[in-house]
């Protein structure tokens, strides 16, 4: 059974900080690498950030040098940081295993706007 929970977004201003959260009731989180996902309002879902069971990440061009990801096994949660955001972060953001489960979290809606 998996279970997907995200939190921590809202509304900021261009060049402000958000930091999300995801609970993962995934009995196998030990041994997955997550991501952080992101729909904008019109498009397909994007991977932007993904990290492995031992701490190795990697990003989209598009949040690279502002978005860190990090997990914490023991609690099975997955954060995304995300910094200097740009009106064009707006989206709302899901956390899933990189190759997502066919279950998905109610999102976390970000929106960057002044």
């Known amino acids: 059974q998996v279970q997907l929970v995200e939190s921590g977004g809202g509304l900021v201003q261009p060049g402000g900080s958000l930091r999300l959260s995801c609970v993962a009731s995934?009995?196998?989180?030990?041994?997955?690498?997550m991501g952080w996902y992101r729909q904008a309002s019109g498009k397909e879902r994007e991977l932007v950030a993904t990290?492995?069971?031992?701490?190795?990440?990697n990003y989209a061009d598009s949040v690279k040098g502002r978005f860190t990801i990090s997990r914490d096994n023991a609690k099975k949660m997955v954060y995304l940081q995300m910094n200097n955001l740009k009106p064009e972060d707006t989206a709302v953001y899901y956390c899933?295993?990189?190759?997502?489960?066919?279950?998905w979290g109610q999102g976390t809606q970000v929106t960057v706007s002044s």
């Open positions: 995934v009995s196998i989180f030990s041994f997955i690498t």
């Open positions: 899933n295993r990189d190759g997502p489960f066919g279950v």
């Open positions: 990290i492995t069971v031992g701490g190795s990440t």
